[in-house]
């Protein structure tokens, strides 16, 4: 007998046809790849390099962390690599600069360091100027002030970029979207420089938002970035799961109408049926909110879970004609499943899904 274990697997083919369909909604567009956050779970070099593979990918990455940055020059990657945070302390400037990474500049203080900096070189920014998100960006009335000081600067390079950062974009009806365009497009249009305004969503619904640099995220992975009552799934943007997560059926028993399963007792049957168990919990970051009822795929159909989700296991309802085995593999979501479909069972997004993934679970990249 053998089983698997909670598995991902990474689909690099997946990746890159999903790199093409991005390319395809947005030709004129350059792309900064966004990988924050492990790229999103799927590993940061792994996918890193799998882009650089494609001989069209001559654009950018973008992270989080500067450590992430750090690990991506580490990892041979010679691609501009932007801080979408910028830096978090004045010391980081000289790794930035020694390191060839770009900033996004959003404060005052960042301003001040980069102002005042020892370094050699100018360095590449990215100015974000908040148009309604209300989280990072310089405040519109600063922006005209904050750009003439950057342009100024021996410190900064010539090619000063302009950004902002949607907040609806993945809702249509939202009036927001077209608010946050236009004043970005007041703010930066007599400045001569390169823009970027889109996320994934932006991306799939928001055209106007395209400018020069494109950030997408979610979307690389093969996840719709739209709200899920807009039935905008991945099948209508071309594109496909790049993580399939799976786990074999470790055991399986029948039980008589009324009998409960799982922690707490929380599920009864209301008729005699076979559970089955599969060998992923919430230690390999399978969703403990995941309610009764979310779909998992067993041989060709839906078997809901039904009771608690455990560390290393859940159950499921194989119905009363259950002829699955021990050892039959269960995917919990990718290929079959959209991430999507589980999220919205699991009160969450398939950002955080994704993310959460944990280090026990096995990679097999294909
Ligand atoms: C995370 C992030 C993105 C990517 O967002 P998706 O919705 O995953 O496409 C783009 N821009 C910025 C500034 C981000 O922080």
């Given at each position: ?321 259950s002829d699955d085995n021990i050892g039959d593999i269960a995917t919990l979501w990718g290929h079959g499943l959209p991430v999507e479909s589980v999220a919205q069972f699991a009160t969450t997004i398939p950002y955080e899904l994704l993310c959460n993934i944990t280090r026990r679970v096995r990679i097999d990249v294909v």
């Amino acid at each position: 007998m053998t089983v698997k274990t909670a598995t991902a697997k990474i689909d690099l083919l997946a990746l890159k046809n999903n790199l093409q369909a991005i390319k395809d909604k947005a030709s004129n567009s350059k792309i900064l790849a966004v990988l924050k956050a492990n790229a999103y779970g799927h590993g940061l070099e792994r996918i890193a390099k799998a882009l650089c593979e494609e001989s069209t990918f001559k654009d950018a990455f973008g992270v989080a962390r500067i450590d992430e940055a750090l690990a991506l020059r580490n990892a041979g990657i010679v691609n501009p690599i932007v801080l979408l945070e910028g830096f978090f302390s004045a010391e980081d400037l000289a790794v930035i600069s020694v390191n060839n990474l770009e900033t996004v500049v959003h404060n005052q203080q960042q301003l001040d360091a980069i102002l005042q900096a020892q370094i050699d070189k100018p360095l590449k920014v990215w100015l974000k100027v908040d148009t309604g998100m209300h989280r990072l960006g310089v405040s519109p009335e600063q922006f005209d002030g904050i750009y003439q000081q950057l342009v100024a600067s021996q410190n900064v390079h010539v090619d000063i970029i302009l950004m902002s950062h949607l907040s609806c974009a993945d809702d249509t009806s939202s009036s927001r979207t077209t608010d946050q365009a236009d004043l970005f497009e007041r703010l930066t249009s007599d400045k001569h420089c390169q823009r970027s305004l889109a996320n994934s969503a932006g991306i799939c619904a928001w055209p106007e938002t395209h400018y020069q640099w494109i950030r997408p995220g979610l979307m690389l992975y093969g996840v719709s970035p739209m709200e899920p009552e807009l039935s905008v799934n991945a099948q209508a943007l071309d594109i496909e799961p790049v993580m399939t997560l799976q786990a074999s059926l470790i055991a399986k028993r029948k039980i008589a109408m009324g009998e409960a399963v799982g922690y707490g007792a929380t599920w009864v049957a209301d008729k005699e049926t076979h559970i089955g168990v599969v060998a992923i919990g919430y230690g390999d970051g399978y969703p403990r909110h995941a309610s009764n009822g979310t779909p998992v795929l067993l041989n060709g159909r839906i078997v809901p879970l039904v009771g608690r989700v455990s560390m290393d296991m859940i159950t499921v309802d194989l119905g009363a004609e259950s002829d699955d085995n021990i050892g039959d593999i269960a995917t919990l979501w990718g290929h079959g499943l959209p991430v999507e479909s589980v999220a919205q069972f699991a009160t969450t997004i398939p950002y955080e899904l994704l993310c959460n993934i944990t280090r026990r679970v096995r990679i097999d990249v294909v």
